[in-house]
């Protein structure tokens, strides 16, 4: 590919902006009452409201402006949810390609007023941490997993959990999945990590992996990345319901020569009909099946038939969230090849770079 930039679709390259120009807002709300509190709202800040049916449509001299003294209004959440807002600036038509613009009342309002969250996403305020992956047979560290944090603009940290969070909330999961997956490519170069690497991804945020993935793919030639050494691992806390697409890309990374992982096999929506329709090159077993197992037959059963399967399907099986002696001896004696967690290290900035146990 010729430039990373021709290969980004619109949705996961651009940031939704809240213009300070002149325009026209056009508001969207089908329940009467609150229809009615609106414009009486707007009728009030002195913006003469016109109604068209369900909509009510303002001029203003700026967008943002507008935003700011809006925000004072009582409004509650459930109110906010229920009235839709599209801006367009003057003499911009309403074309079908504008809608896409159109927000919630509650997610302009949360952009206005959130500008930590998204300073990150415009000044691509994102750092990666490491947490090292110990191949068994030799306790030596075969990989990091790359790990995202959000960094606000007074150098505190968000946790990925919130940032992910409010980036579901706002539309911004895929443009916050693409960031994260370059940024963790980027990271390890500049760190000089000569192992594989993990990479999480969301796969709700990918619509077609031959578009979506690009960018990835570009920043992992750009820095001599062996496809073989970076594994893709499927982010299982974000329940997917086509399993079909879900496959679509994981063959794509396979196609281009990359590994992939199922996270947190044995939990929740990640289970055997999951690993039966995709296959992979790597499961990693469940926290909650790792924790304490050496005094757990129950648990003790699963992971046995978990690497019973693996074992028959060349799949090899990582321990996930290994804190104690004995959960590593349990694991390392029954099957698992690879384990990380907390007895060997938390995810850091600086890669550690040697584990003794």
């Not at 679509?248 to 992982?261: C, M, N, P």
């Amino acid at each position: 590919m010729d430039n990373e930039l021709d290969w980004k679709c619109k949705r996961c390259a651009s940031l939704p902006v809240i213009s300070n120009e002149e325009g026209t807002v056009m508001f969207h709300c089908d329940v009467d009452l609150l229809q009615n509190k609106l414009y009486n709202t707007l009728s009030k800040m002195g913006l003469e409201p016109i109604k068209d049916g369900e909509t009510l449509i303002i001029e203003t001299k700026n967008f943002r402006q507008f935003l700011e003294i809006f925000s004072t209004q009582p409004y509650s959440d459930i109110e906010q949810e229920g009235i839709h807002v599209l801006f367009l600036k003057k003499g911009e038509a309403l074309k079908f390609a504008a809608l896409s613009n159109t927000k919630t009342l509650k997610k302009w309002l949360f952009l206005l007023n959130n500008s930590d969250f998204i300073n990150i996403f415009e000044n691509k305020s994102l750092t990666t941490y490491f947490q090292p992956i110990l191949e068994l047979n030799n306790m030596q560290i075969k990989a990091y997993e790359c790990l995202t944090r959000g960094v606000k603009a007074d150098g505190s940290l968000m946790p990925p959990n919130l940032l992910f969070k409010l980036a579901i909330e706002n539309d911004l999961l895929f443009f916050l999945d693409r960031l994260c997956r370059e940024n963790a490519i980027k990271t390890a170069a500049v760190k000089n990590i000569n192992c594989d690497l993990f990479i999480n991804f969301v796969p709700t945020s990918i619509y077609v992996p031959q578009t979506c993935l690009q960018t990835t793919l570009y920043w992992a030639q750009q820095f001599d990345f062996n496809p073989s050494s970076i594994v893709f691992e499927v982010v299982e806390a974000y329940k997917v319901e086509d399993l079909k697409h879900l496959k679509s890309i994981l063959d794509f990374y396979r196609e281009k020569g990359f590994k992939t992982a199922l996270d947190d096999l044995g939990s929740g929506s990640a289970n055997l009909s999951t690993l039966v329709q995709l296959g992979t090159d790597i499961i990693k077993i469940d926290i909650e099946i790792i924790r304490n197992i050496h005094n757990d037959s129950l648990k003790q059963s699963i992971f046995e038939a978990l690497v019973n399967i693996a074992q028959k399907n060349n799949i090899v099986v990582l321990a996930e969230g290994v804190e104690t002696y004995e959960e590593l001896e349990y694991v390392k004696g029954h099957g698992a090849k690879l384990a990380q967690g907390f007895l060997f290290s938390k995810p850091l900035p600086e890669p550690i770079r040697e584990i003794k146990i």
